[in-house]
């Protein structure tokens, strides 16, 4: 039996926070231990990535206390920011640092310096780090995310129920997609955006300002976030997932709309493209606008509820996309392979 230590961020479970990258980590932590390792979760609470002194020094006494060559897999919001962190133990401790988001930055290049290893949720995540940290690149492998079975989405016939998934900040584009409803106004919709509004108050307040002013606020409803139960709810009562990220490393909320059949709209950005795919024929299933482009959106969104071929076509892509998706078991499988590497490295 192989035994890993894994370093985690503090909120990996909070309820109240949700997000990709917690998801993904609970997820491969279980998937791992199906596979027979022994897993030693390691919570660091703290403001990561922009952790404070005291911290650091505890995240420095925890790796302190593990003993030589240990397996260590780091979450990268934790690692990336802290090589001086890492570097004193680099050379006595296996460590592997699983990057969800690049920060593109030298001090994440130095941080990665010191790992045995590099995992990465996407190829387009492989290829950035690759382009500017210098990273040998048998050293830096993929692990995509999963997703599990799901029921398919009934959807309406007109189209009019569209979805966003994602913790309302700036990155993820919500300003956007307010001004693109707005260029759209005149047609039958109503939008729910799921997700964490405690990351960005200030911005949420300029939101609500923004569909106030636009008289959106009886046609956005902004519940929180969801998991669980009300999330697959929140699915199944769909027609589209809007996503207007501006940054997008891969998007775990894309594939769980096409596990449900779902089409996508979706900023062409970073690995969303990749996550998005395309169907068995060639036929992608939703719809790619620029980032940050309120009109792109707009026009991409008004052809969707004005053209029930597109919908169709959309739809039907969709439900071949979602026969190819992988599960979690695939995510864990690649994961134990890197980390079994590292081990024998």
Not at 201 to 213: E, I, K, N, S, T
Not at 228 to 257: I, K, N, Q
Not at 266 to 276: A, E
Request: net charge neutral; hydrophobic share 45%.
């Amino acid at each position: 039996m192989t035994l890993v230590h894994v370093v985690l961020p503090g909120d990996i479970d909070d309820p109240a926070s949700p997000s990709g990258g917690n998801g993904y980590d609970r997820r491969a932590c279980r998937g791992l231990a199906a596979l027979g390792w022994t897993v030693r979760e390691h919570p660091v609470p703290g403001g990561w990535p922009r952790p404070g002194a005291g911290e650091r020094d505890a995240l420095a006494g925890l790796l302190a206390a593990l003993p030589e060559h240990a397996l260590v897999l780091l979450d990268g919001l934790v690692a990336s920011t802290v090589p001086e962190v890492l570097t004193p133990h680099a050379g006595r401790l296996r460590l592997v640092v699983l990057v969800h988001l690049p920060l593109d930055d030298e001090v994440e290049a130095r941080a990665l310096a010191t790992a045995t290893a590099v995992v990465t949720t996407s190829e387009w995540t492989r290829r950035r780090l690759l382009d500017r940290c210098p990273l040998a690149p048998d050293r830096v492998s993929v692990a995509a995310p999963g997703v599990d079975p799901a029921p398919l989405a009934a959807g309406s016939p007109a189209g009019t129920r569209l979805l966003c998934v994602a913790a309302v900040t700036p990155v993820k584009g919500h300003d956007v997609l307010a001004a693109a409803l707005a260029e759209v106004a005149d047609l039958p919709w109503t939008c729910e955006w799921v997700g964490a509004l405690t990351r960005d108050p200030g911005f949420v307040d300029r939101l609500r300002r923004q569909l106030a002013d636009a008289g959106l606020t009886d046609r956005v409803r902004l519940p929180g976030p969801c998991t669980g139960r009300a999330l697959d709810a929140a699915y199944a009562g769909a027609d589209l997932l809007v996503l207007p990220s501006r940054r997008e490393t891969y998007g775990m909320v894309v594939t769980e709309a096409l596990a449900r059949g779902l089409p996508v709209l979706g900023s062409d950005t970073g690995g969303l493209p990749d996550s998005l795919g395309h169907a068995p024929d060639g036929t992608r299933p939703g719809l790619l606008v620029p980032p940050g482009d309120p009109g792109a959106l707009a026009g991409a969104l008004r052809t969707w509820l004005t053209g029930p071929a597109l919908r169709a076509r959309l739809r039907h892509a969709a439900r071949q996309r979602r026969d190819t998706l992988t599960d979690w078991t695939v995510t864990a499988d690649r994961l134990a392979a890197a980390l079994k590497e590292a081990t024998a490295a």
